[in-house]
């Protein structure tokens, strides 16, 4: 089975856009800005496809380009200015910054009822603590636990192995798994004898950005394969993590590179921005009260 991620995608935006045309009805106007230093190509295209997901949405989408040698002290004087402004619901800082900013002081930064990628301190202990209600959590985790209930692959009671123990991907998706019941075991790219490791997963999740990182033979038979990466060959051709043309003959089911969980990504920070603005929302009506 080919994980649709496009597909799905294009399938949630009907209900976002009818959530949207009812916040313009009653006359609020959902507002993200995504803020992007420097020329990382990947980054360029990521802001790309958020604003013309947003725009196709409806949601309000201010992009704020700055060039490479842009200032701490300047980034940091930039979001304050949209913390301050009561009109926007979320606020995006594109990683990678350039080496003379320090992310986790600009994550810090920006206000925990704007923080649409869900990297505070606050909203991470929240998800590590399983926390009931609602808090934003890393996007690409949470479009993968979407793409599983949408194709109705329960993690309860599942062997779920991770490889790649990044903050925005792998720590994350292990936690969201974990407080779904499943079994998780961590693994990356220095683990010893990985191949053991990933054999064993019901449920492999790899993030690496190593390009063809697992062979068909490190998978086992009939497992869900969910593949983070966008990487290059040695041809320029995009593929991912895995090896889809063989890997797909041994999963159970398998998203493929492009098409799978980039797309939904995209729209878990676009559903995000759409909580956010409900939140503040509600906020704003109960100091009115």
Known sequence: ????????????DNSM?????????????????????GN?????????????????????SIIERRPQDFTQAELLALIDQYNRDDSVHGILVQLPLPKQIDETTIIRAIAIEKDVDGFRPENIGKLFNNSQGYYPVSCTPKGIMTM?????????????????????????????L?????????????????????????????????AHLIKAAAIKPGATVIDVGMDRDENG???????YDHAKDVAGAITPVPGGVGPMTITALMQQTLELTKLATQ?????VK
């Open 283 to 287: 906020r704003t009506l109960e100091t």
């Open 148 to 176: 599983l209930s949408h194709y109705e692959i329960d993690p309860r009671g599942q062997h779920a192995v991770i490889v790649g123990d990044s903050n925005i991907v792998g720590r994350p998706m292990g936690a969201l």
């Open 237 to 243: 051709k995009l593929v991912g993590d895995v090896d």
């Open 178 to 210: 974990l407080n779904a019941g499943a079994t998780v075991t961590y693994t990356h790219i220095l683990t010893k004898d990985l191949a053991s490791f990933t054999r064993t997963a019901d449920i492999l999740i790899v993030a690496t950005g190593v």
């Open 1 to 12: 089975m080919i994980i649709d991620g496009k597909g799905l995608s294009n399938q949630l």
């Open 17 to 37: 856009k009818a959530e949207v045309d009812a916040m313009h009805e009653a006359g609020i106007e959902p507002k993200l800005v995504v803020i992007i230093v």
């Open 40 to 60: 990382d190509p990947a980054s360029q295209i990521y802001v790309r496809n958020k604003h013309r997901k947003a725009i196709k949405l409806g949601i309000t």
